[in-house]
């Protein structure tokens, strides 16, 4: 009897090689043209329908830094100096955060700012108007608002010699400058009402301790003085002398600590009214002269390439697709079309009969 071999089975290709990946290229080179001139034409339209926008920059650092005057201050504080301004200053980054904080926004938003409108007139409003912020009520207007100038912000903080860069982009040039100048101006603020605020703090802690200290003070005088008048002959007697020092020790260590708190209190009243500024500004802002640039070239040149990988994804998954295709597969497909006609050429003659 003679054997009947077993057919080989069906191989089919799994992944494209590099032959087939340039075939691939070739044959769908006009697909391949026809994305990359339209995603450079898209990059280019891009570019030229994206509205004009001016940039306002600004630098400014803070006088020096809280632990290291607060450092000194304890220092000195040791062998009796007092040295002013000891409550110090917060790091570069701290300011660069709260830039984009919501209460310094809503600061800003709040104000009103010039600028020429389409026809040229001089006009002053709100910047929510400028900007045209929608909502249903003004919370929800502010709340847009503070997402918008979020947008139009940028930061940065030079480490080493501790400057912090701002620069604000709008649609105007006189905006970008005003609102660059509100947010130092907020900045200021905010250190000025903060600085009162821990001065009023420390002033009203400090004007208890002095009462209590001034008491203690006059107790310690007082309990002094009866000595004095109940001993006038006390230098043969060890333990009234004894006793007379610590009484005069007890009375110049009270006036020590009643003096520093006084000159502590002195200077916290003092504090409560200053609003000399923390920050120094090495850079004000000014109106930019010219607007940014619009980058087609660059957009175009991006909007080629995106559509030239997107085309090459594309083309290689048809490659793909097609070389997966399973012998097995499209021999099924022949022999169910070839069913399906002898089931139609069957139908009639049922009916017939």
């Given at each position: ?24 290229l ?18 280019v339209?891009?570019a ?10 600004a630098?400014?650092?803070s ?24 409550g ?10 709260l ?9 800003v ?16 409003k709100?910047?929510?108007?400028w900007?045209?912020?929608d909502?249903?009520?003004?919370a ?24 912090v860069s ?25 250190n000025?009402?903060?600085r ?9 802690f ?31 007697s ?14 110049v260590?009270?006036e ?24 120094t ?43 997966r295709?399973?012998?097995d ?25």
């Amino acid at each position: 009897m003679k054997m009947i071999e077993a057919p080989e089975p069906h191989t089919y290709q799994e992944d494209i090689s590099v032959a087939a990946a340039g075939a691939a290229l070739l044959r769908g080179r006009w697909t391949l043209l026809a994305f990359v001139f339209l995603g450079g034409l898209f990059g280019v339209l891009w570019a030229r329908i994206t509205p004009p926008s001016f940039k306002s920059s600004a630098t400014f650092m803070s006088q020096g830094t809280g632990s290291q005057v607060q450092g000194l201050a304890g220092l000195a504080g040791q062998f009796g100096f007092a040295i002013p301004g000891g409550g110090g200053t917060e790091s570069p980054e701290f300011y660069q955060a709260l830039l984009t904080s919501p209460d310094i926004l809503t600061s800003v938003l709040g104000r009103d700012y010039s600028d020429s409108d389409e026809d040229g007139q001089l006009v002053e409003k709100p910047l929510l108007d400028w900007i045209q912020a929608d909502g249903a009520n003004h919370a929800q207007r502010i709340a847009n608002g503070i997402e918008w100038l979020k947008g139009s912000i940028a930061s940065s903080v030079n480490r080493q010699t501790g400057v912090v860069s701002l620069a604000v982009t709008t649609g105007w040039p006189g905006i970008s400058q005003q609102v660059a100048s509100a947010l130092l101006d907020e900045l200021q603020n905010f250190n000025v009402r903060t600085r009162r605020t821990q001065a009023a703090a420390e002033r009203a802690f400090l004007e208890e301790r002095v009462a209590a200290t001034g008491a203690e003070l006059d107790e310690a005088e007082q309990a002094l003085q009866s000595f004095l008048q109940q001993n006038r002959q006390f230098n043969n007697s060890t333990e009234l002398q004894f006793q007379s020092d610590r009484l005069q020790r007890a009375v110049v260590m009270r006036e020590q600590v009643y003096t520093g708190l006084v000159e502590a209190f002195e200077q916290a009243k003092i504090r409560e009214v200053r609003d000399t500024p923390v920050l120094t500004t090495l850079q004000d802002p000014i109106v930019p002269p010219f607007r940014e640039a619009r980058r087609t070239v660059y957009k175009g040149l991006v909007g080629m390439i995106l559509g030239g990988g997107l085309a090459v994804v594309l083309l290689f998954l048809r490659a793909h697709a097609s070389s997966r295709e399973d012998p097995d597969v499209r021999s099924l497909q022949r022999e169910w079309e070839a069913t399906k006609s002898d089931i139609m050429r069957l139908l009639p003659r049922r009916r017939r009969a």
